[in-house]
């Protein structure tokens, strides 16, 4: 171990020195003063200057002289040298922005307490008096408060688990002349000792609270097999995790996650009844439930929620508490990280100009590449090619011949007719695209569109970084 000195004894020393401060004496006129207090075992460049450099100044008088007397170990109070106490601690949250701490939870520590050594410290107070009646008054001030102890506190810190202590008077000398004084003119001094018992404590292990986040548990290891973790895709194997037959996920209150439209929500099996609002699901809960789980602190718009995505990767958005609704998480997504769009057809950023269902939205007369996401079918397939059937007049061609495409169908116009970009029927793999009207991204899973990262993520699917 590097050296360490925290200074115990001297700590001690100065309490005992406080405890002997703020005495006064009153002289025959009835002034009073206020009695001064030194350390009694000086270096001798300072009693030199007290002295002036001269061993003719005489040391004024009263006053009171504190010094420690003896150090001694006391095996009566040993206890196991190899027990170690943990605490589990939080800071509260400081801004520094206002340079105030909130009432909200910050950092967490893990303090390891190793036992400590027990000593019997005994102090010594010189009273130096110049007659009788100062020394009785100071006496009587000190004494009262002995009854047989008195406490001792040497910190303000409260995982520290020595700073209490007790002082106790063991004994006083009444004078250190002779009497009969005869012609002797040396100051009276009267002894009172204390002793008190301590401790010598070596320094404590300060850790960053590690909390488990997320555990991946092998249940079943004798065969073969994979680990469904994609809810999208019950054929998706997770990367990194190997070959698990099933897994087993704990996360800080094994929370689902749902997001949708830029908000995320904690969902949990609990249906609450009282809540009125209407744009949080019932069975939401406050984030604080797990934010105050976590290690590390929740910092606004810089504290991160990530989800996984079926390649292994994750999406990024940056997190901040709705202030006037805590189950609500606003996010701000990283757009490096969404996932990117398939080109299309003379749209090779993977775009479409709108979302339409073709039974209300009418093109008009449409521009070259216009490109839409439809809802519904445009001419029934029973009905469509039939001798005699004609569509509908705002999807004919140029040449007013009908056009046919299903639900789900990417559709473009090339300035003379509609022609079918995107397959619907015949896609299978996951495929993005994003709205440019809107700016929404949305994937295609083989059967149905969806915003590409919005809906309900389970405890695997996600985590927090602070």
Known sequence: MDHFYSGQVRRYLTQYMRLMSNFSWKDSSGKLSQIPVMYGDPSRQASALLKKNSENVMPTAPFIACYIK???YDQSRLQDPTFVSKVQIREREFDETTGQYLNTQGLGYTVERIMPSPYKLTFVADLWTTNTEQKLQIFEQIAYLFNPSLELQTTDNFIDWTSLTVLQLESTSWTSRQIPQGVDQNIDIMNMTF???IWITPPAKVMKMG??????ANVFADQQGTIITDYDDPNAVYPGLGNLVESVVVT????????????AGLLTNEID??????TMPG????????LDLYPGQFRANISQLRLSKPNGNEIVAYISLDPYDERRMLLTFDTDTIPAN?????RPLGT???IINPETFAPGTPVTNVTYLILENINVVSEYGQPGYSGPVAWKNADQSDFQALANDIIQWDGVKWNVIFNSADVVEVHYITNSYTGIQYKWDGHQWSKSFEGIYPALGWRLVL
Not at 211 to 216: E, N, Q
Not at 283 to 290: E, I
Not at 342 to 346: I, M, Q, R
């Open 211 to 216: 909390v488990i986040t997320k555990i991946i």
């Open 70 to 72: 003896g150090l001694d």
């Open 352 to 354: 479409v100009d709108a």
């Open 252 to 263: 800080p209150g094994n929370f689902e996650l749902m997001v949708l439209d830029g908000v």
């Open 273 to 278: 009844t009282a809540s009125s609002d209407t």
């Open 283 to 290: 069975n939401t809960v406050s984030w604080r439930k797990l």
């Open 342 to 346: 398939n080109a299309l057809l003379n």
């Open 195 to 197: 002793t008190t018992p």
